[in-house]
């Protein structure tokens, strides 16, 4: 157990590794920083002066070096825009993102979880055909396309609910119930799937031959063990959503990560956006590592397999 765990580790750090690497070169090719932070028309003087003042004058590996220093201690340097340290700008961001994802995954793995179920142990009805169409067609709508329409009939024709911002429970209905459609549909259409795969197995066929209840065989059987895919798909999205939804919180106006780096980008706050990349996948990698390590202590053969 030991051994799976630290390899699992070196491989977790090795992705956040990458992903750092990537963004520091990412930002370096986009241009000189220097020269896009300054006025069109700056002075060279102004632009050798800057980038000295950011330490861009110093060899590009050098600058990678320290950059990977600094990060290790959370330190991206002071946003260009909020004049405060950059990851104190985005950790300033994740509640009102974490309040988005939590509260979309538990109404999408109650929703897809009920649909789901239903589909499974309704197979060849017609309500397993509505189901699916419905689940079907939640994964193929667009967010940004049911954000506006949500918008559209509830907040401007209705006027029931605010069309966007944030500060209490009604400004969390939209934009939740928008990443709920996607969440519901995903979890829906695998339940499904894996519980017919478990209804198969000869474990079940004895289960119902004993006489046990219907729904003994189904809470204690089926659902546990076809909950196991489901685990891992709840732990991406959820992963995903914490890494913030770009699109649903610059919809609805969210003050989220994913719109702060939206807004960094425009600005050209590269510490903002070195910050909030590295902070969403922190957040997805250590998720993910957290999952597996449940596998490894659910089913010994896993931790076999890697």
Not at 54 to 72: E, K, M
Not at 176 to 188: C, E, K, N, Q
Not at 241 to 256: K, Q
Request: charged content about 15%.
């Amino acid at each position: 157990m030991t051994g799976f765990i630290l390899r699992r580790l070196g491989e977790s750090l090795l992705a956040v590794w990458g992903v750092v690497t990537i963004v520091f070169f990412v930002t370096r090719v986009l241009g000189d920083p220097a020269a896009l932070l300054l006025p069109i028309g700056a002075s060279p003087a102004d632009i050798a002066q800057l980038r000295s003042q950011l330490g861009l004058d110093q060899p590009l590996i050098v600058q990678y070096g320290q950059f990977l220093l600094h990060a290790v201690q959370g330190d991206f340097g002071m946003s260009f825009q909020h004049s405060r340290p950059a990851m104190q700008v985005v950790l300033e961001r994740l509640p009102a993102t974490a309040l988005l994802a939590f509260t979309a995954i538990a109404f999408g793995l109650i929703i897809g979880g009920i649909a789901g179920s239903v589909a499974a142990l309704k197979r060849g009805r017609a309500i397993e055909l509505v189901v699916m169409a419905v689940a079907l067609l939640g994964q193929a709508t667009p967010v940004f396309w049911l954000g506006i329409m949500l918008i559209l009939f509830f907040g401007v024709n209705m006027g029931w609910l605010p069309t966007g911002g944030y500060g209490s429970w009604q400004n969390l209905v939209l934009p939740a119930f928008t990443l709920a459609v996607f969440v519901s549909a995903s979890i829906a259409r695998l339940l499904r799937s894996s519980m017919l795969e478990i209804l198969k197995e000869d474990y079940i066929r004895t289960a119902k031959a004993k006489g046990l209840l219907r729904s003994t065989v189904f809470f204690w059987h089926v659902a546990r063990n076809a909950l196991i895919p489901v685990v891992t798909m709840t732990a991406i999205l959820t992963g995903e959503l914490l890494g913030g939804s770009v699109v649903t919180e610059t919809v609805f106006s969210w003050p989220g990560i994913g719109r702060l780096i939206i807004q960094a980008i425009e600005a050209k706050d590269f510490p903002v956006i070195q910050a909030g990349i590295t902070l969403i996948a922190t957040i997805f990698v250590l998720i993910n590592f957290l999952v597996d390590l449940l596998y490894g202590i659910l089913d010994p053969r896993i931790r076999a397999r890697r």
